[in-house]
């Protein structure tokens, strides 16, 4: 076994810092001199009622859209290019590359030795073991959200910004592949938006509502206990009341 | 059952040929019968061969030229913004002038011999190929595109990789769709280029059994040269469903 396939990011790890970051979308300004750090090695949930600009946020920390003013560093100031894992609804698998071809693109774009026995322990490891040379066609949407996640983990980087990644598989699956990324993400700064508040609940170090416009933060409880927290009992139920409230009222004016 | 439809058809079109022939009572020098035809197709055989292999030859080393040339033209606008502006308009323009009308030209320039009917080929493939891939490379789903760069570490980042790993491949089945134009056009290309002047190939062939009124040989490499054409165009399409699986119309209905 490989560090990366144990327990936990073993490599350095980073903060996520958003400084006075402005941002407008279509004459709309999203964020205004907007502020906020997202810890190291935790999972930060955010969420909001549609166009308030959470994707465009995860993209900004991406490095995939510019933002007007403002910038994205890690904790030790330095910008975060190369050290960022995307994941997105889609699972954005290539349809001509096998599995295993897909876990190993990153690689083939920077140039680098392919590790193949590193890609096919992944694999192993959320749950593909003999699907490696099949092509995203000829897996379900479950399997290519793990072939996705196998990818995402390949990267072997210090943050993973996720956008929705469950949103497109069936009830089961998604509570499953919860579960697996919490495991195989943990010790990475993980930035999850998802529309799904069970899954914020259940994943989340951290949870943040996005109101407003501009937007801004408003953070709602979490349930006791470390993630992937079971979904029933204890204060989870409290909490999803709370978390709902808050959406609700992030919500109000927006037409349903 | 593709066998026996394709029998069925044929033979459908030979009876409807020899009920034409009965029915207008047009003497065999105008319009010679099916019998008539296929006699003189096989009796000269060998003769009909050596020409049809001109004339493919013609055609398959245009296919090829027009490809290379195409891809790389298509290529090299996607890549740099200056070729757009210098080689688009020449794409378009080629297009503009009909290879009728340049036929002659070719002839005078590139002689009697192949080069001329070489030319034409090319000439008559380059468009349907430049095109279509240029088409393929610049539709690239973006969110692909987005994915590479966070694995590159940044936007412009490593274009050419992009471009082979990524954009390339995506663009295949748009290529796959102008070569597919390409094998239908390319015997136009070299049978203009016969008839405008030449000494061997299924068009000098025609010309000269029409000026014979062997109105008989003249079907008879019409036949062939249509015959020719299906085959190539076959071929063609079935090279590309094996090179590119991952085509939509190529990928099995159900998903296990």
Redesign the interface.
């Known amino acids: 076994m490989n560090d990366m396939t144990a327990a936990g990011f073993t490599g350095t790890r980073t903060d996520v810092v958003i400084d006075r970051l402005s941002l407008a979308f279509d004459g709309v300004a999203l964020f205004d001199r907007f502020s906020a750090v997202f810890p190291s090695g935790q999972t930060t949930c955010l969420l909001g009622p549609s166009g308030i600009g959470k994707s465009t946020l995860l993209r900004a920390m991406a490095g995939l859209v510019a933002p007007d003013a403002g910038r994205v560093q890690g904790g030790d100031g330095a910008p975060l290019a190369g050290r960022i894992a995307y994941m997105d609804q889609s699972d954005l698998l290539l349809p001509w590359l096998s599995a295993r071809e897909n876990v190993l693109l990153g690689a083939r774009l920077r140039g680098e030795t392919p590790d193949v026995a590193a890609a096919d322990r992944l694999l192993a490891r959320v749950g593909l073991e003999g699907h490696a040379d099949k092509r995203p066609a000829a897996l379900s949407g479950g399997m290519r959200q793990r072939a996705a996640l196998a990818r995402t983990l390949m990267e072997d980087r210090p943050v993973v910004l996720m956008d929705e990644p469950f949103s497109a598989v069936d009830a089961l699956t998604r509570f499953r592949l919860q579960a697996l990324a919490c495991e195989v993400l943990a010790g990475r700064t993980v930035v999850l938006v998802t529309h799904d508040p069970q899954e914020a609940l259940r994943l989340g170090h951290r949870l943040f509502v996005l109101t407003g416009s501009p937007a801004q933060l408003d953070e709602s409880p979490v349930p006791r206990g470390s993630p992937p927290r079971a979904p029933t009992g204890g204060d989870f139920p409290a909490r999803y009341e709370d978390l709902m409230t808050r959406l609700a009222v992030g919500d109000a004016g927006v037409p349903a | 059952m593709k066998g026996v439809r394709l029998i069925v058809t044929l033979g459908g079109l030979f009876v409807l040929w020899q009920a034409i022939v009965w029915l207008s009572g047009a003497p065999p020098y105008l319009l010679p019968g099916p019998v008539d035809t296929l006699r003189v197709l096989f009796g000269r055989a060998g003769f009909i061969a050596g020409h049809a292999g001109v004339t493919l030859a013609e055609i398959l080393i245009g296919l090829g030229l027009g490809t290379v040339l195409g891809i790389a033209s298509a290529v090299a606008i996607a890549l740099f913004r200056p070729a757009r502006r210098w080689l688009l308009p020449i794409l378009v323009t080629s297009q503009a002038i009909p290879v009728f009308a340049i036929a002659p030209l070719l002839v005078l320039w590139l002689g009697y011999g192949m080069a001329s009917k070489v030319g034409m080929a090319t000439l008559i493939i380059y468009f349907p190929v430049a095109s279509s891939f240029l088409d393929g490379l610049r539709r690239t789903d973006p969110?692909?595109i987005?994915?590479?760069?966070?694995?590159?570490?940044?936007?412009k980042r490593?274009p050419l990789?992009?471009l082979r790993?990524?954009r390339m491949?995506?663009a295949?089945p748009a290529l796959a769709s102008g070569l597919r134009v390409a094998a239908a056009v390319a015997p136009i290309g070299a049978v203009v280029g016969e008839w405008v002047g030449s000494g061997a190939g299924l068009g000098y062939l025609m010309l000269q059994a029409n000026a014979r009124v062997q109105i008989d040989l003249m079907f008879a490499a019409l036949i062939t040269l249509a015959a020719l054409a299906v085959a190539l165009y076959f071929t063609v399409d079935f090279v590309l469903r094996k090179a590119?699986?991952?085509q939509p119309d190529t990928?099995?209905q159900t998903?296990?």
């Open positions: 969110r692909w987005d994915l590479a760069q966070t694995m590159t570490g940044g936007p490593r990789a992009v790993y990524v491949p995506a295949l590119i699986p991952w990928l099995p998903n296990p």
